[in-house]
């Protein structure tokens, strides 16, 4: 198979991040409105329940099948082969997950309604094979489908989401869109696949593997659901939970774009990896780094300048909550962009999960900790605090880890450049927050102005990786 261009996946990734970017800017204002603070908090307590069962179903079979096909993805035969073992075997262990999920949820509930409707979720998450496009790096398949799926569910919502009742509806938008797109993806297969007779397979000689990358991923969950569902718990009033929710949802929208490299550059470290080509994974790694310092310090310093101005306008009354939810999570652009630099850009497609394992369960831990002394004192704040230190935990013990592999040092100086003209912009956002009454025209200024002002200084440091950004962008021109 043809190796595919690392900048066209990266394009192609970074297009559908930049969807899931637009999109909730259009939906999110819209949804915050009609279906309220209340509703927005129940809608995400209990996709988060449904996302445990999941997760418990998946085992760790997504990553680990991308990794096994990225490895093999020169061979059609093993390809084939391990894409039905590893197929059969998540429809086994999802079906097991569903079972329990009826009983434990479906069964005894307040909210027995919408969990029925999110077992369609799980059963749409059984028929992702997502993962073996990624494997075979063929991103565009991938991406297309994304695409269409979130226009046309956007579509649905502005049209039959219309007030506070409406809530099972947009429930059903989510599950649906899910169910229909995964389904959308095997349609490729028959020519993708070949027949493979079923007494060669042989699915639980993957159970081993996949269990072992299904640790660290429960602790992932732990540190990226858990908040919602203590939350929830822990306080009555709903409200909370939807605080979090929308501005854990802004950060983590603008982290797409830092992290959308990480999904490209796995299945090509681990393809890597496999030649032997120690060299080449640094090289890879040290771009990624460079791109991490590069976009995330800006972007942490922008959301605390613009969120007082921004939070009003995108989300309307009620929401003030968010502010501070906003301004306290936005040091994870930077720490989660480096974690996933060094943990799956690198740790997992070279086959070093056990300290990947490590660092993501001290994180998990540390937010249990956080989050039980911090919530019930101040809800969706004390969460915000508690992710932060949990991503924090895990970059530093990664960092440990690897120490050895790259000059940390050399990648602290490098940050104290990005850093400083960052800080350079954040005071400029600052000077002109005021300039206007109207907080709409004020986002647009400080966001106008901020950028300039650190493109200009990337340029007249003679940035490297700014021109090569640039020059990218050019050849990309040129072709077209």
Known sequence: MAKKSIT??????VTYQILTIILPIITTPYLSRVLGAENIGIYSYTVSISAYFILFGSLGIA????????FNQDNKEKYSKIFWEIIILRAITMTISMIIFEITFCRHSNYQIYYRILILEILGNCLDISWFFQGREDFKKTVLRNILVKLISVACTFIFVRNSNDLFIYFCIYVFSILIGNISLWLYLPKILIKIKFKEINI?????????LFIPQIAIQVYTLLDRTMIGTIIVDKSEVGFY??????????????????TVMLPRIASTYAKGDNNKIHEYLTKSFSMVLLLAFPMMFGIIAVCD?????????????VIIVMKVISPILFIIGLN??????????????????????CGAISNFIMNSILIPKYGAVGAAIGTVIAETVVTIVEMIYTRKEFNYIALIKKSFKYFSFSVIMFIACLLVKNI???????????????????????????DQLLYLIIKKIKEKLIKK
């Open 204 to 212: 639980f000689r993957h159970l081993k593997p996949t269990i072992s």
């Open 436 to 462: 206007t009454s109207n907080d709409l025209i004020t986002i647009f200024v400080q966001t106008f102005i901020g950028t300039v002002i650190y493109v200009l200084l990337l340029a007249l440091n003679k």
């Open 340 to 361: 996933n630099a060094i943990g799956m850009q690198y740790l997992l497609p070279t086959k070093k999960q056990n300290q990947f394992t490590i660092a993501v369960v």
């Open 8 to 13: 066209k996946n990266y394009l192609y990734n």
């Open 63 to 70: 990553l680990y099948g991308q990794r096994e096909i990225a």
């Open 309 to 321: 101005s921004f939070v009003p306008v995108f989300f309307g009354e009620g929401y003030d909550s």
């Open 245 to 262: 929710t929308q501005g854990e949802k802004i950060i983590k929208l603008l982290l797409t774009i830092i992290t959308s490299l990480g």
